[in-house]
Nanobody, 114 residues
């Protein structure tokens, strides 16, 4: 059973940076693509960044500001977020992309203030 645990969120001013970490445990050997998702209040969860053996992909809203990276040896995936905007405020989650039934973790709250 695969589990994901997110950390690194917090309160930051607009224009600032945060670095989120995702630790995967369990049977992760067959997971190729992992994504960072976010869910803002009243909105659906959306995929913002994805990393796989073929490369990385980003939502248009974060392209050029967020960078996803992966350390397979440590089973971790990192999301570096720069030039944060108010609209980046959300709970951020990591999971397989697509999730395919893997349970969501608790997520980590990112709040961007003006």
């Amino acid at each position: 059973q695969v589990r994901f645990a997110e950390s690194g969120g917090g309160l930051v001013q607009a224009g600032g940076s945060l670095r989120l970490s995702c630790a995967a445990s369990g049977s992760t050997f067959d997971i190729n693509a992992i994504g960072w998702y976010r869910q803002a209040p009243g909105k659906q969860r959306e995929l913002v960044a994805r990393i796989s053996s073929t490369g990385t992909n980003y939502a248009d809203s974060v392209k050029g500001r967020f960078t996803i990276s992966r350390d397979n040896g440590k089973n971790t995936v990192t999301l570096q977020m720069n030039s944060l905007k108010l609209e980046d405020t959300a709970v951020y989650y990591c999971n397989r992309s697509p999730p395919n039934g893997i349970a969501w973790g608790q997520g980590t709250q990112v709040t961007v203030s003006s």
